[in-house]
């Protein structure tokens, strides 16, 4: 089981892959950051941490559901990861840095196209965010007549 699985198909092996072939660039671990984020895109000012279901506790998900035995025990394991995956994203976002979460179940075969087409989307959102490009250049011609007549109104008085 072990040798089919193989290192490739690990979440994160699935994440590395998809954006590389999408054209980003990424950095591995940065250990100067805290939590050292699994990918960092530093372009995009942003870090990426590809959680497992369980072991991060993906609320409401099939993947996360805590043993029989023991419960109390794993409970509060799965907690203090929970805590100090919000930790880590609070530090992050004071020092200016995006975080995305990417989960392990949307890396399933059946959702992986979408969940990477997202990620390339948020990432292409944040970048212009940051550099403040005119978003409206995509308005339709109706929508941008109105602006116009608004526009004339406004300078008319
Ligand atoms: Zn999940």
Known sequence: MAA?????????????????????????????LPGHPDLVLTKYRTCIFVNGCFW?????CKLYSVPKTNTEFWINK????????????RRLNAMGWNCITIWECELKPSRRDD????????????WLDSHKVNRYYAIPEEESE????????????
Do not use: C
């Not at 699985?5 to 660039?25: A, C, N, Q, S, Y």
């Not at 991060?56 to 409401?60: I, K, L, P, V």
């Open 78 to 89: 799965v907690r203090r990861n929970q805590e100090r995956d919000v930790d880590v994203k």
């Open 56 to 60: 991060h506790g993906h609320e409401g």
């Open 4 to 32: 089919i699985r193989g290192k490739d198909t690990k979440p994160e092996m699935i994440v590395r892959r998809g954006l590389w072939r999408m054209g980003f660039r990424y950095r591995l671990n940065h250990k100067r």
């Open 115 to 126: 969940t990477l087409k997202s990620l390339a989307f948020t990432l292409n959102e944040i």
């Open 146 to 157: 109105h602006y116009q007549k608004v526009a004339e109104a406004e300078t008319k008085d």
